[in-house]
């Protein structure tokens, strides 16, 4: 179980890099589908920090009453919702919409891990952290060759260009990460008993 939480919690802050770094390789289908200028898309991008910031000033208290096991699997559900929101997107006003929930969504990606792995992982917590970091991270490396494949190898698709789906597929991953990340009560339980 303890494996499974690791893996987990670094899925999703792996997908918060893969977010942050997304419209970089968008910006030119962005530019040409939606006709959005250069303010524009700098203002889109940077509401996922916007929203992302926004949301750090409640998130402790919240981990600290509810948990990560409550607060992580909820902000991803919005991370969901925002992913399919930008991926359908089109007009400016939904894109920035979606981007906002996206970074409300990934606000508790690397807390609410951190607060989960000290309970999980009280005697080697600076080591399974450390290795949420650097796993993590990758995720912004792994946006350009990945989005970019499917906005070349498959252009136009259903009327939105493919390179958005993958925002839908990956709001479907959250969706996933939300059910796995329900851990038991009796598990919880367990993991602040060996802490």
Known sequence: MAARVFLLFTLGYFLSYFYRSANAVLAKDLSQDLGLGPAELGFMTSLFYLSFAAVQLPLGSLLDRYGSRIITPALLLVASLGSVVFGLAQSFPVLALGRALIGVGMAAALMGSLKAFSLWFPRTYATVSTLLVGLGATGGFVVPPVLGYFVRA?????????????????????????????????????????A
């Open 154 to 194: 498959y252009g136009e698709a259903r009327g939105y260009p493919m390179g958005y789906t993958v925002y839908v597929a990956l709001g479907l991953l959250a969706l996933l990460l939300v059910w796995l990340l329900s851990a038991t009560k009796r598990e919880v339980v367990r993991a602040q008993e060996r």
